[in-house]
């Protein structure tokens, strides 16, 4: 079953008996991609799912192999694999756009019911209407569509962001979908500043954006994707940064806490108080959707906003990387690779001009290895030479234990421990014997 809980999408089996996993848009169109035959060969659905229309659309640089990741987790969490289906076909409506709620007025604000819970059948997804009490075939586009609400948004901007997706009037899909109760207004509720969970404590004060000033630094945001894990790369990006050279950085930048919010509230309030800054995103499939729009909108809002994207989703070779940043204009910056040492490197050459904007020299970045960056001088892009693996990762010190994930207010659900980077093995699934770490670091990252 696939439904919402605080914003963000989830799908698990009802018995419990696996995982629950957070997805996003593209997942839906992947696990459709099972409806013929649960048993497909990972290859098979990966290429068939990187050829999806709507993927080519969405995620045109999306590679195989982040794919076949993301097919493992399915099927660790069971949510593909035959035992998510019962031996009866669903006898289900499929649910067109009705005109007979043409002249419904849509609530500006809308989420998805709590009574919306998806299920997959093998005839596809499908929800139980509250107008007649019984199920209801729906589309992708439509899933995907209702998903992109959760605890509420504006239906304006959610039709801005997945109007691609359809060919047919999207309001009325919309309407379709608020009559048959699947969308409802959203109910008032009150921003809550406070963390919901109760925190091991690490000894350390934990102070959150709302507690801290704009002081005249340059603001780092640190921008993670899912609420119920603990965003461990990017914790030990801001470690590094936090401690490089004693903490030499921090005269220049100010280190946004690590909290997570959804992309409006991101925006509505850190951005909002600190003004234009550096953005900092780790891609993966599932997060690289959501990190582009955020990415796009504050490039939008302030072309002056420099954006680095990293993570395994940012391309690496160099026809990939340059193709990614050419479809994706709000990247500034790609990083290849490792980039604890890289992002020390590069914010050296990052400063505040005195009329306040953000400047970087392409000359300068030039020197700084693992990267490529938009060379207006050139006229196009510029890749740096291939940095060298970290011998001992282990000396950034444990974003965990310093206290930097105290004030995430998330319902964390999971936790990454890093005690070994590389691999001498080469399984398709998994991106962490590839060419690039195909050596072996140990060391433990709690």
């Given amino acids: 079953m696939i439904l919402s809980r605080d914003g963000q999408s989830i799908a698990s089996r009802i018995s419990g008996a696996a995982p629950v996993l957070a997805i996003q848009g593209p997942d839906v169109i992947l696990l459709s991609c099972f409806f013929e035959d649960q048993n497909q060969e990972y290859l098979d659905i990966a290429t068939k799912f990187v050829n999806h229309p709507l993927i080519k659309k969405w995620l045109p640089h999306l590679q195989r192999p982040d794919v076949e990741r993301r097919i493992q987790q399915f099927r660790q969490a069971q949510l593909i694999g035959g035992s998510q289906h019962t031996g009866k076909p669903i006898k289900a409506i499929k649910l067109v756009s009705e005109q007979v709620f043409a002249t419904v007025d849509l609530p500006v604000q809308l989420s998805l019911s709590s009574n919306a819970g998806i299920s997959i059948s093998e005839q596809g997804f499908f929800a139980i209407s509250k107008i007649d009490k019984k199920p209801r075939l729906l589309p992708v586009s439509w899933v995907i569509l209702m998903l992109a609400f959760g605890d509420g948004q504006n239906y304006d901007e959610v039709l801005k962001s997945k109007d691609f997706l359809f060919d047919e009037d999207v309001k009325m899909v919309l309407k379709t979908l608020f009559g048959h109760g699947f969308l409802i207004k959203q109910k008032a509720k009150r921003y809550n500043t406070e963390p919901e969970n109760t925190c091991i404590s690490t000894g350390h004060s934990a102070v959150g954006w709302q507690e801290i000033h704009a002081d005249g630094r340059i603001p780092v945001y640190f921008v993670p ?7 461990l790369g990017l914790g030990i990006i801001f470690s590094a940064l936090k401690n490089y050279n004693q903490g030499a950085l921090l005269k220049r930048f100010q280190l946004i806490p690590i909290t997570y919010l959804s992309p409006s509230d991101l925006l509505k309030g850190p951005y909002r108080k600190f003004g234009n800054g550096v ?17 796009d909108a504050v490039k939008r809002h302030d072309n002056n906003n420099l954006t680095i994207h990293g993570g395994p989703s940012t391309p690496q070779y160099q026809g990939a990387s340059e193709a990614f940043m050419t479809a994706q204009a709000s990247v500034d910056i790609s990083v290849h690779g490792e980039g604890e040492v890289t992002i020390t490197e590069v914010f050296e050459h990052i400063s505040k001009t005195p009329m306040g904007q953000i400047a970087i020299q392409p000359g300068q970045l030039a020197g700084v290895a693992g990267l490529t960056f938009r060379d207006n001088m050139a006229s196009g892009f510029t890749r740096t030479p291939t940095r060298q693996r970290m011998t001992a990762p282990g000396d950034v010190p444990s974003p965990y234990l310093t206290g930097l994930f105290d004030t995430y207010n998330g319902r964390v659900e999971a936790v990454i421990i890093e005690s070994n980077r590389g691999c001498p093995f080469g399984c398709t699934f998994c991106d962490w014997g590839s060419g690039y770490l195909d050596c072996r670091c140990q060391f433990w990252f709690i």
């Fill in 279 to 295: 953005w900092l995103f780790s891609n993966y499939m599932w997060s690289l959707d959501v990190n582009l729009q955020i990415s």
């Fill in 225 to 231: 994707h899912m609420e119920n894990h603990l965003p």
